[in-house]
């Protein structure tokens, strides 16, 4: 690659690769089995620009690559109203993902698209601040935190520097989280991971106390241990596969400092992101984008009713995951109660829409605390599951 | 600044080239997506010491980057607009930042000690070069 036997592309992305391991003082550059790649936004400058500018005709990626969350749903783009615009834009960059031989997940959760295609201890590239948490917590594959740039460069040449994550030694617990709370809805690990990246910042947390998480709970807290945190791995004792038990997550070492979790902490995010009580209008789920089994979930709470008149329900999950839902009626049981499921896309990317969605209840912390700088003019509710259903029904916060 | 004295702050230089130019200067971390705008290259992070400055031409000496990783996009597209800073020196290497500044071809400087960056008062005239990973700070 070096000597630019596979083209010129290719020769300078290794070029840069090797230039950003030397600096981060790499010793050598990794093969990846896979990576995952963003640039797909129409929103963050930048993205488009480097794509569009980067990218040459016939280059394909060297491994299997999946893509991040789109600005527009590509089937249902008309009634978001989005302007034609961004649907062009999408369309483009969507196309150059085709030719690269990317497959078209784009996802926030492309763990669920790939089987067991990435397993323990694999070496891969991972964008998406949330993904890359759980690609190295809950499955224990190893990825620092990739911008969009240097993620397609790395699967394009199928490597990255050996340095970050990739290193058993930074991989070690820091941080012991003692958490002392009951924690029952997916709400919950958002508020719990919210607390503890505020309060320990970029560490490898190690929790204890936690019951038996779901999957879409480990999801939840992956997704806001990066959000406030910029956290890329976590343990979890007796939960997480370099923790099966405490000493292991330590790598054998004593923590370097305890905290407490209590119900309270808990609470606090929710006051804190939501003051008040009110009209509510727009319901939103899927951030981190739904599994199959939170879609089931949303089904059971909705079947048979009618959300309120007025009232908007917007579920978000990836089209892969949408089709297997589709097929288990799951869909429809959603979608006749009144909600929408979305593909593609989420709120925060949602871009050029002509009406910006209003009084927003969300059961993601970060929907609520990202919301306000992506839809400035609108408030938003962050709350339990059951409690943004319950508004679905009634319009109101209280 | 032929003939004026200056002091030598020793880094490691990651991308080469040689800059003078003013300096904006903090102990604190930089978050480039969301923190500073990508049109006008204004830190616009609340309560942040360079809240209010233009890293646009400037030799941008911070503790590290914070935050997104989308750091790069921001130095992608603010060099494509030509609002790019001169340089950037930072005490830990953050990989979105230095990812940024090799695409873009930014001259850097890391693993400066944070002991020096303290000494350096903001708006100081600075030349860095980013093959030897010196800084020549004419303040004396």
């Keep these: ?398 | 600044m032929e003939g004026k004295s200056y002091r030598i702050i020793k880094g490691r230089g990651v991308f080469p080239g040689i800059v003078e130019a003013e300096a904006l200067v903090t102990t604190e971390s930089i978050s480039l997506l969301g923190g500073v705008n990508q049109e006008t290259s204004e830190v616009i992070e609340l309560n942040h010491p360079l809240s209010g400055e233009y890293i646009s031409g400037k030799v941008l000496m911070v503790y590290s980057g914070r935050g997104s990783v989308g750091s790069t996009s921001t130095l992608y597209y603010l060099k494509k607009i030509g609002k790019n800073p001169a340089a950037l020196v930072m005490v830990i290497p953050d990989p979105p930042v230095v990812f940024g500044a090799i695409l873009t071809e930014i001259p850097t400087i890391v693993d400066v000690s944070i002991d020096d960056l303290k000494t350096i008062k903001n708006h100081s005239r600075v030349k860095i070069n980013g093959e030897t990973g010196e800084i020549f700070v004419y303040d004396v």
């Excluded at chain 1, 089987?115 to 323990?120: A, C, T």
């Excluded at chain 1, 820091?174 to 320990?200: C, H, P, T």
Aim: with cysteine; charged share 25%.
């Design chain 1, 1 to 398: 690659m070096l000597d630019g036997e596979d083209g010129s592309l290719i020769q300078k992305a290794i070029k840069l690769m090797v230039k950003f391991g030397e600096a981060m003082k790499a010793e050598r550059l990794l093969p990846i089995k896979y990576a995952h790649v963003s640039l797909t936004s129409t929103n963050i400058r930048g993205e488009y620009e480097f794509l569009t500018d980067f990218v040459t005709d016939n280059v394909k990626v060297k491994v299997p690559t999946t893509c991040q969350t789109l600005s527009i749903d590509r089937e249902r783009w008309q009634e978001l109203g989005i302007s034609e615009d961004v649907v062009n834009k999408a369309f483009e960059i969507v196309k150059i993902f085709e030719k690269l031989g990317i497959r078209p997940t784009f996802t926030c959760t492309p763990y669920y698209t790939i089987n067991n295609l990435v397993e323990f201890g694999d070496h891969i590239a991972s964008c998406e601040s949330s993904a890359v948490t759980y690609f190295n917590s809950v499955i224990g594959a190893r990825t620092n935190r990739e911008s969009g740039q240097s993620g397609l460069i790395s699967a394009l040449v199928g490597r990255t520097p050996e340095f970050g994550f990739h290193l058993k030694e930074n991989r070690k617990g820091r941080i012991l989280i003692d958490v002392r709370a009951n924690l029952e809805d997916d709400a919950d690990y958002s508020s719990l991971g919210f607390q503890v990246g505020k309060k320990i910042g970029p560490e490898v947390p190690v929790f204890v106390g936690l019951k038996n998480p779901n999957d879409a709970e480990l999801k939840a807290l992956s997704n806001s241990l990066a959000l406030t945190g910029g956290i890329a791995l976590f343990h979890a004792v007796d939960i997480t596969p370099e923790a099966k038990t405490l000493n292991d997550a330590f790598q054998g070492d004593k923590p370097e400092d305890k905290l407490i979790i209590t119900q309270n902490d808990i609470e606090n995010t929710y006051n804190e992101l939501t003051t008040g009580s009110g009209e509510v209008r727009t319901i939103v789920a899927g951030c981190p984008h739904l599994n199959l089994f939170e879609l089931e979930e949303f089904a059971k709470m909705l079947e048979g009713k009618k959300i309120k008149e007025g009232v908007k329900v917007w579920l978000f999950t990836a089209a892969f995951v949408y089709e297997v839902a589709k097929t288990k009626g799951i869909i429809d049981k959603i979608e006749s109660a009144g909600a929408r499921v979305y593909r593609d896309t989420c709120l925060l990317l949602l871009d050029g829409m002509k009406k910006k969605p209003e009084l927003v209840a969300t059961n993601a912390a970060k929907q609520a605390y990202y919301g306000k700088s992506f839809i400035p003019d609108t408030y938003f509710y962050f709350g339990k599951t059951r409690k943004i259903i319950k508004a679905a029904f009634t319009g109101r916060w209280e």
